[in-house]
């Protein structure tokens, strides 16, 4: 299990816990990150910019620090 700002781009995985507060947790839901979902790293933006993630097909932009909140397992996809 490794957080969601460490995978590998072009990498797929599976969303198993939101270390989040419960205000960002319904932000996440709300955008499509849910437990049990499938996320992959698009893109990674330069000087530890923001990350692309496509859930689903929906591309959304997450910053490195909100993604390391998102554990994920990539185990399962490889």
Not at 12 to 27: G, N, S
Not at 50 to 68: F, H, K, N, V, W
Request: aromatic share 2%; proline share 3%.
């Amino acid at each position: 299990m490794c957080a969601l700002s460490e995978l590998a781009t072009g990498r797929d995985a599976k969303v198993t816990a939101l270390r989040a507060d419960h205000d960002f947790a319904q932000r996440l839901h709300a955008l499509g990150v849910r437990i049990g979902r499938s996320v992959r790293i698009v893109r990674r933006g330069p000087l530890n910019g923001p990350l692309q993630l496509r859930i689903g097909t929906t591309d959304i932009m997450l910053r490195r620090a909100e993604a390391a909140l998102i554990d994920t397992d990539a185990a399962t996809y490889a």
